[in-house]
């Protein structure tokens, strides 16, 4: 059996490191991570390789050569675009077509079994079989779900965290037969995982799956490379290390020269020719590349230096990577996370700050403080997104510098000269950073519209009025010292999970596009937004009846940007409305649970002695409203939703409601009564959005104030939403009370546990076994449907380091119960994790 090696990928999150070196020759213990891989092929006998090469080809062949110093045969298939994970070894089709092969990637360091991998693979008469291991984090990998048998029934490319219902994931390690190039087109960019695996299980192909005892790491990010030397060094990874074992732990290399007075605590590893003088402190987890010098005095813990290193006296380097014939001066620090190009001078006495990075052939000055990444002219951070947009403390977490980084990075993303629309709501910390936004927006060739302060609905109005994208800033609801930087797509709806990690990734990458001075956007105020938002809105929904009915309604703006918009929205509807809390107030811009809370109830109040036939409560920003009804009673969110689901379907008996499967399944018999259908969808905002969107859907909703008009646009909408209920109420001749009485009482209770990250995907493994044979629904996290038709569903939070659960049940007591039976199970599955 041949070999095929993967060597063509360009490692674009590890830069730095990368931007002068290909991924593969990335070094491990002081030999590239592919030679670790070649090593372990012949091993197991595979000295036939053909590997696949594209970025930085030439280093790659000259290094490895025909394989003979291995004692191997290794063939080149060169591409000359990138042509994807299958694409690729499908341009090494000819020397891979007369036997199985087996398919590894250069970059990713293992000491799996491949004998056995193989093994099965005959045993079972598969046509591909995926080797799969068990992660943590399966966040970055490919899940893929097994039956008894081990065949493959599912795989989920990449998955979010409300998609994670295993953490059993796809290494790219596979053993395949000849006949699989026939799904795989010549000269395009095909994946194995996206395009041919979902289209060989399509026609019933045997795909199997292998889950590998061992150790795997895809070296991809800097913080997996510093965790792959640690694991060679402490043992866990069995691959062969250069040198001799001088003291338990301690690696030094032919050659190396190490005086006696210097204090090696290992496990270390110190490189060939590599010289260490005397009161030099070296600490555990470091590694010194071929010919590095280290001068007296120095310290070094978790430090990872290639070749050719200068390292000064009096340094001092902690979790940092320096990359190869850079000199470290005299009394130089660099911090954790740190890392250091190829060919830099970083002078004496200056300080590299953690997590920055500087790009090969740059100088620090001496004496210089770095805390911002030294790139072609000139930070990243890692889960940029939360649940809804960039969120942090103002000034602490979301400061200028980020928000013109951020900006720059979502310019990037973009065509020079496109248009973005901005805007904010009304506190000052979103108009200080609106105007760092829009400078970095201009300054990469982007025209910006500045809305200034208005509702969000208009902002996502304006933004699919032509532009490729917007942007609101507005104070995080009850958290009056954060701000979220939210994005928007040409559609003014949230940035898709994709669109969040491109920007993602140029933001990690630090490589933001700048504009030549005659190619700097324009900056424009559009005028008359909110008469153009109104006229729209009024043409767009049905307002018969609203006139006649002579409707009394109390309307609560909550000291928000809806107070700018609603007065001329009930002019032209002719109603009576009592309109409150209309001013704003800039050091108050949000309003926690407890105030929100008290507001409704003053609502009530007025409602009830008004004789209003409604009162709507709108938040800050204009996106979400809860009712009260005639009597003046709250209606709880979760209950709103059912109530304008009854009106609309009632209406229009037709069509399909998109809301989210957290819902309570009272809406499904609902939407049935009146002949309309649920999409179920998953909790995302963007999901929905796209769900709402789709033709013949005619509303949406997340039981959390948040509704979807269709007819009007496809986003979160609190104005759309009033003036809807408007039309529907007075039309029907119905009180909310009354329509609220007719509807089944719901059953739905939520629980949040603390979850350790390490254990979310463990966790999400344990809850599908332990469904057993009961039905499981995995559009969003898991549910798990009882044979009575309870359910509980388990979502991991994409941000936070907690689970959530959602049950459902026919009373009380036995939601409750059926809660704590699976919080049981989620709880201990974590522990034993940890």
């Keep these: 059996m041949k070999a095929v090696v993967m060597a063509g990928g360009e490692g674009t999150r590890l830069r730095p490191m990368t931007a002068s070196m290909p991924k593969p020759l990335l070094p491990v213990v002081n030999r590239p991570i592919m030679e670790h891989v070649l090593r372990l092929l012949k091993r197991h006998g595979l000295t036939d390789t053909v590997v696949t090469v594209q970025f930085l080809a030439s280093l790659v062949r000259n290094y490895f050569g025909d394989g003979e110093e291995l004692g191997m045969k290794l063939t080149y298939a060169n591409e000359e675009k990138p042509l994807g994970t299958a694409g690729s070894v499908k341009n090494a089709e000819d020397a891979l077509k007369d036997d199985s092969f087996l398919v590894i990637s250069g970059d990713a360091l293992t000491d799996f079994d491949l004998t056995a991998l193989m093994e099965f693979h005959r045993a079972k008469g598969a046509m591909v079989t995926v080797c799969l291991t068990r992660v943590p984090n ?97 043992g866990k990874v069995d691959v062969d290390i250069e040198g001799f074992e001088m003291a338990p732990g301690v690696w030094i290399a032919e050659g190396a020269e190490v005086d006696r007075e210097a204090v090696l605590r290992g496990p270390l590893y110190i490189g060939d020719y590599a010289k260490v003088e005397g009161g030099v402190e070296i600490r555990e987890h470091t590694v010194l590349g071929s010919n590095v010098v280290v001068k007296r005095g120095a310290f070094l813990h978790k430090a990872v230096i290639h070749d050719n290193v200068y390292v000064g006296p009096q340094t001092n380097l902690r979790g940092c990577v320096i990359g190869k014939n850079t000199d470290v001066m005299r009394a130089a620090r660099i911090e954790d996370g740190a890392v250091i190009g190829d060919e830099c001078l970083i002078e004496e006495e200056s300080i590299v700050a953690g997590n920055v990075r500087v790009y090969p052939f740059k100088t620090i000055e001496a004496g ?61 910390g979103a108009r200080a950073l609106k105007r760092a936004m829009i400078s970095a927006l201009q300054a990469s060739a982007i025209e910006v519209r500045d809305l200034e302060n208005v509702p969000m609905p208009v902002a996502r109005q304006q933004t699919a009025r032509g532009s490729a994208g917007g942007i609101f800033l507005r104070t995080t609801p009850g958290v009056p010292d954060s701000l979220d930087v939210l994005f928007f797509d040409e559609r003014g709806a949230d940035l898709s999970q994709a669109g969040q990690r491109k920007l993602d990734r140029v933001y990690a990458r630090q490589e933001y596009r700048r504009a030549f001075p005659g190619e700097i956007g324009d900056l424009t105020f559009p005028a008359t937004v909110f008469d153009s938002y109104a006229g729209s809105l009024l043409r767009a929904i049905d307002t018969r009846g609203v006139a006649e009915a002579k409707l009394k309604v109390v309307a609560d703006v909550a000291n928000g940007s809806a107070s700018l918009l609603l007065p001329s929205i009930l002019g032209k509807l002719g109603i009576e409305a009592l309109t409150v809390n209309p001013g704003m107030d800039e050091s108050r811009p949000t309003e926690t649970i407890e105030e929100r809370r008290a507001g409704m109830v003053r609502l009530g109040e007025l409602v009830a002695s008004s ?5 709507v409560r709108f938040d800050p920003v204009g996106e979400r409203v809860s009712f009260v009804d005639e009597r003046g009673r709250i209606i709880e969110d979760d209950r709103s939703l059912l109530v304008m689901l009854d009106l609309i379907a009632a209406e229009g008996r037709s069509g399909k409601v998109a809301l989210p499967v957290t819902t309570t399944r009272i809406a499904e018999q609902v939407a049935a009564y009146h002949g309309t259908q649920v999409s179920w969808t998953t909790t995302s905002p963007d999901d929905l959005a796209r769900a709402a969107s789709s033709e013949g859907t005619v509303f949406g909703g997340d039981g959390r104030g948040g509704f979807v008009v269709p007819e009007f646009s496809g986003v979160f909408d609190g104005t759309a939403a009033f003036v809807r209920l408007l039309g529907l109420v007075a039309r029907t001749q119905l009180t909310l009370s009354q329509i609220d009485a007719r509807i089944p009482r719901a059953h739905v209770h939520r629980r949040d546990l603390a979850t350790p990250w390490a254990a979310k995907g463990m966790v999400m493994r344990t809850v599908v076994e332990a469904a057993g044979e009961r039905e499981v629904d995995t559009t969003d996290g898991v549910r798990v449907v009882e044979p009575d038709g309870r359910w509980t569903m388990v979502l991991p939070d994409p941000a936070e380091a907690v689970t959530h659960l959602w049950a459902e049940g026919p009373d009380e007591t036995s939601t409750l119960a059926l809660l704590d039976e699976w919080a049981a199970v989620v709880e201990s599955a974590g522990r034993d994790q940890t």
């Design 138 to 234: 399966p966040l970055e990998f490919g899940i893929t779900i097994l039956d008894e048998e081990g065949q493959v029934e599912r795989f989920l490319e990449k998955p979010t965290w409300g998609q994670v219902f295993s953490d059993t994931v796809n290494t790219g390690i596979y053993v395949m037969e000849p006949e699989v190039f026939d799904y795989v087109a010549a000269d395009t960019s095909v994946d194995w995982s996206g395009d041919v695996f979902p289209q060989l299980l399509k026609e019933g192909k045997p795909i199997y799956g292998y889950v590998a005892e061992g150790y795997w790491e895809d070296v991809g990010t800097h913080e997996s490379y510093v965790k792959a030397q640690a694991d060679v060094l402490e």
């Design 368 to 428: 210089a403080f770095v805390n911002t990444s030294v790139i072609w002219e000139s930070r990243g951070q890692e889960h940029l997104f939360g649940a809804r947009g960039v969120s942090g403390i103002i000034n602490v977490e979301i400061t200028p510098e980020l928000a013109v980084r951020l900006a720059g990075a979502y310019a990037t993303t973009l065509k020079k000269g496109a248009t973005v629309t901005i805007a904010r709501d009304h506190s000052r």
């Design 611 to 615: 004789r209003a036939a409604f009162g």
